[in-house]
Nanobody, 115 residues
């Protein structure tokens, strides 16, 4: 079993920045991709950003140019740098590790952006 531990969420004013981190409890082999999803109240969970083992990235249109995803393969850690935050970015952010046949999720970290 793999546990994903997220950190870095919190309350920030609009225009501010936060950096989320997600570390796996043990080394994981054969990771296809790591990513961040978010779920706002009353809405479905949506992909925010993902990065493959080869370093290719994918972003939701609403965050492109403001958020940057990166990873440390040696530490099985993925980061999400969030700049120019907007109130509509308020949500619970979840870390995801995709192994192809199975995936793991973090417990979620709250990000609240005040106007």
């Amino acid at each position: 079993q793999v546990h994903l531990v997220e950190s870095g969420g919190g309350l920030v004013q609009a225009g501010g920045s936060l950096r989320l981190s997600c570390a796996a409890s043990r080394i994981i082999f054969s990771i296809k991709a790591m990513g961040w999803y978010r779920q706002a109240p009353g809405k479905q969970r949506e992909l925010v950003a993902a990065i493959t083992s080869g370093g290719s990235t994918n972003y939701a249109g609403s965050v492109k140019g403001r958020f940057t995803i990166s990873r440390d393969n040696a530490k099985n850690t993925v980061y999400l740098q969030m700049n120019s935050l907007k109130p509509e970015d308020t949500a619970v952010y979840y870390c995801n590790v995709d192994l192809g046949l199975r995936e793991y999720w973090g417990q979620g970290t709250q990000v609240t952006v005040s106007s």
